[in-house]
């Protein structure tokens, strides 16, 4: 069920930890798109609890004690739009570490790839230790690049076979890049 204030709800996602194994697993949060605001998180569907908020919502209202109050329980967590300056916020992301149990970055439409380099700047930059979710319009020729970058969730688009999208992480034995999971073949002459 989509309404208009969400961006997508997809009830499954890929999972790929650092030092794991990626699978399929039950999607928790839900993604907000800020609209219909009127100081606070509107019910997205009956029972959620987990809610993703725009980053540009978050700067006006974390001093918010409710919201504050929500993301210390580990309910909010934010989401970066594709031409959000994440580097003139740092301060605010880095207090954010402590809130955040998982911040995404949207893709508006497949061949817009900043939300790449979104996920390498946090994680290299910023030192963002935590989850980090490809959320829009993310296919499944994606997944390798969003991998190695330091995406370690990937919530498809719903046209999306994540069967098929799993099996994309044993196309390749060989590494020849350097990578944020730290996995680089050495081959011998």
């Known amino acids: 069920m989509t309404t208009s204030a969400q961006i997508q709800l997809n009830p499954k ?3 790929f930890p ?3 194994e ?25 029972g959620a609890q987990k809610v993703l908020v725009p980053f540009h919502w978050w700067i006006t209202h974390h001093k918010n004690p409710d919201i504050f109050k929500r993301a210390n329980n580990g309910e909010i967590g934010v989401w970066f739009a594709a031409d959000d300056d994440i580097l003139k916020h740092a301060e605010i992301i880095k207090a ?5 149990p998982l911040v995404a970055a949207h893709f508006p439409i497949f061949r817009d790839g900043r939300s790449f380099s979104t996920a390498a700047l946090l994680r290299d930059r ?8 490809a959320i829009g319009d993310v296919l499944i020729d994606q997944l390798l690049q969003g991998a190695r970058v330091g995406f370690d ?9 994540l069967e098929f999208g ?9 590494t020849t890049q350097n990578s944020w999971r730290g996995k680089r073949s050495l081959l011998e002459a």
């Open 96 to 100: 954010g570490k402590g809130l955040w």
């Open 18 to 20: 650092k030092e794991g």
């Open 166 to 174: 799993l099996n994309q992480f044993n196309l390749y034995t060989v």
């Open 153 to 161: 969730s990937f919530e498809l688009r719903p046209d999306q076979n």
């Open 22 to 46: 990626p699978s399929i697993i039950q999607n928790e949060w839900q993604i907000w798109n800020g609209e219909q605001d009127e100081g606070g998180i509107s019910d997205l569907e009956q």
């Open 13 to 15: 996602l890929i999972y």
């Open 126 to 133: 910023l030192g963002w230790q935590g989850e980090i979710r």
